[in-house]
């Protein structure tokens, strides 16, 4: 049989035959960069080729068979030439790369390689499973239950009404003093309540514009107080109502609630950025002589100021006329002056804070409203401790209560030795309490009651549902009773 016919026949003078690599000459063929299969070197005889035979995976990767192992040369064994380039590896062993991919590793797209892993496998995997979905839940969860508990401080009762379950509670007021309250300066508390106060022009009789007056942003959501007086007719005709700010701009107001006893109102716009509300303060630490100052728009005059002193404290008056006679008040007397217009403004102390609310003056030739004659240096307003209450009932209810005994006592007349008591009704606190009619009643909690305005407006100071103790005298002897205060709206 000729060598052709024998293909596997050993030809040791031939050498290999090589088709040249590109960009060279057939003379100037270097050794291959990768062991090519069936390839050794010219100087050695072309070995036989194995029989086929399964490969089987090597413990040692990186080099030759350890003795043992599958296909490890044995001892006395000749094997087959290695080729002068060291085998190439392009990651841990395994099967070897079919003779279709003679390019291991990168070259060979879906080689036998694994990335070399940078933390344990299962703990990775089972947090990026479920980690981001209950991230996920948990931000929803917060969010629903954020904008719940948002909506429930709130307790908004109705956009059109302006009141808040809450009352003051749900509002953002200001109770931080925008001034050091040593700071002694009028400019100062001028420029810091300007943009807090404005004129409130309403309708009277129904004329429109026939009644004006002053009032202050009580918070961010709209709320302005004034006096009843100034809106009160207004009101019951449905005569239309507006706020003038500091810039000039007018807003129309709507009435969220008004307590003719306490002669206050609380009136709604639509919020307005440029509005701040005024520092609320307390009336229960001024003393006699503290420096005041009062802003409003006396005379339709807006953004008026003004400035005097406490002339006294806890001054029983009232605010009413003919038509109302039960609006009484423990005020603040003040020489700042205050004319008609000034009605519903505030009057503020050094450090900024509105401490009441500017409501009647003392005339020599009218009533105590003003109508008919000006500033004379007695001034009253309603102590802002009242003021809270009232605002905070108005807001939550849309209506405010006042505290009763079920008496009645005697508003004229010269009294100066304590409140005489006319009538008791049945059923009431005051018969409940053992009082009698033309019992005189001396002190209430301890404090001095000169006559019946007095002794109203000590009870007017406490709230429905107190229990407070009356000194009376009867038949000349004194004695003390307890009287637990109920309420009626007004």
Known sequence: ????????????????????????????????????????????????????????????????????????????????????????????????????????????????????????????????????????????????????????????????????????????????????????????????????????????????????????????????????????????????????DAEGTRHEATVVGRSPVYDLAILQIDPVEALEPAALGASTVLHVGDPVVAFGSPLGLSQTVTSGIVSALNRPVTTGDSDNESSYINAVQTDAAINPGNSGGPLVNLAGEVVGVNSAIATTGGSLTGETSGNIGVGFAIPIEQVRTTADQILATGEARYPVIGAQVRTGGNDSDGALITEVNEGTPAQDAGLLKDDLVTRVEGEPVTDGIALIVAIRTHQPGETIEFTVQRDGEERTVEVTLDGEVG
């Open 1 to 244: 049989m000729s060598d052709q016919e024998h293909p596997d026949h050993d030809h040791p003078e031939r050498p290999a035959q090589h088709d040249p690599l590109p960009g060279h000459a057939d003379g100037d063929v270097g050794e291959p960069t990768q062991p090519i299969p069936g390839w050794t070197p010219p100087s050695e005889p072309t070995p036989q080729p194995p029989a086929p035979a399964p490969v089987q995976p090597s413990a040692a990767p990186f080099g030759p068979p350890a003795a043992g192992d599958p296909g490890a040369q044995q001892p006395g064994e000749q094997g087959p030439p290695l080729s002068p380039i060291p085998q190439q590896s392009w990651g841990p062993g395994g099967p070897s790369v079919p003779p279709e991919r003679p390019f291991g590793g990168f070259f060979a797209g879906e080689g036998p390689t694994t990335p070399m892993p940078l933390s344990p496998r299962d703990e990775p995997r089972r947090v990026s499973r479920w980690l981001w979905p209950v991230v996920a839940m948990l931000a929803l969860v917060v969010g629903l239950l954020g904008g719940f508990l948002g909506a429930l401080g709130y307790d908004r009762l109705g956009d059109e009404t302006g009141r808040y379950g809450g009352g003051l509670d749900a509002v953002e007021t200001q109770d931080a003093a925008p001034l050091e309250a040593d700071n002694g300066s009028v400019p100062a508390v001028a420029q810091a309540l300007l943009p807090s106060t404005v004129q409130i022009i309403a309708a009277f009789d129904g004329e429109a514009g026939g009644a004006t007056g002053s009032g202050f942003v009580l918070d961010r959501q709209g709320h302005i107080v004034t006096n009843n007086h100034v809106v009160a007719s207004a009101a019951q005709d449905d005569g239309a109502i507006l706020v003038v």
